[in-house]
């Protein structure tokens, strides 16, 4: 591997999951955005919004998104809305391989529905109104998403996604 693979996508796609599996596979380290965020802010992803507000994290994550160009390759996993702010999506396609992981709205629901209680933007929403949240929101962030050269479509849970991406990994990189 000779750059970077950028995993992109909604929250819950899969993103740290299969970055985690690449990773082991191709025997480099894996990395989460949101990981690196907490530690360079010192607090969690919830408290920096809480006491800094949007803008300061958005600023904080493209920082430590362009400190991922900076020592050995690695597989990234960013967070739902990194590509969808400065230029990060271009950027990120300038500094490696960025590839979209397409999970399918019913499929987010699934997930996020099972994991709500961790997600405080979630509480008080039934299933519908929680289907319309997440495709209202990837509505506005596909044209971001849609930026990366590589889009891996999930449509069932169950998907081994890890292992497809692997599976074709030289057809995807070129190698």
């Known amino acids: 591997m000779d750059r970077n693979i950028y995993l992109v996508g909604f929250m819950v796609a899969g993103k740290s999951h299969v970055g985690k599996k690449l990773a082991t596979k191709l025997?480099?380290?894996?990395?989460?955005?949101?990981?690196m965020i907490e530690r360079a802010a010192q607090?969690?992803?919830?408290?920096?919004?809480?006491?800094?507000?949007e803008a300061f994290f958005r600023l904080l994550e493209r920082?430590?998104?362009h400190d991922t160009a900076?020592?050995?390759?690695?597989?990234?996993?960013?967070?739902?809305?990194?590509?969808?702010?400065?230029?990060n999506m271009e950027w990120i396609n300038a500094h490696g391989l960025?590839?979209?992981?397409?999970?399918?709205?019913?499929?987010?629901?699934?997930?996020?529905?099972?994991?709500r209680a961790k997600r405080p933007l979630l509480h008080g929403m039934d299933k519908t109104m929680l289907l319309r949240f997440i495709q209202e929101k990837i509505e506005a962030r596909d044209v971001f998403y849609r930026q990366a050269p590589v889009?891996?479509?999930?449509?069932?849970?169950?998907?081994?996604?890890?292992?497809?991406?692997?599976?074709n990994l030289d057809q995807i990189t070129g190698h």
Do not use: H, K
């Open 27 to 35: 025997y480099c380290p894996f990395v989460d955005l949101d990981t």
């Open 63 to 65: 920082r430590v998104l």
């Open 151 to 167: 889009r891996y479509r999930i449509e069932n849970p169950q998907q081994d996604a890890a292992g497809d991406l692997l599976r």
């Open 70 to 87: 900076f020592g050995p390759r690695r597989i990234v996993a960013t967070g739902g809305g990194a590509p969808c702010f400065f230029n």
């Open 43 to 53: 607090m969690s992803i919830n408290d920096i919004f809480a006491t800094r507000g």
């Open 98 to 115: 960025a590839i979209y992981l397409d999970a399918q709205p019913m499929v987010l629901q699934e997930r996020l529905w099972r994991g």
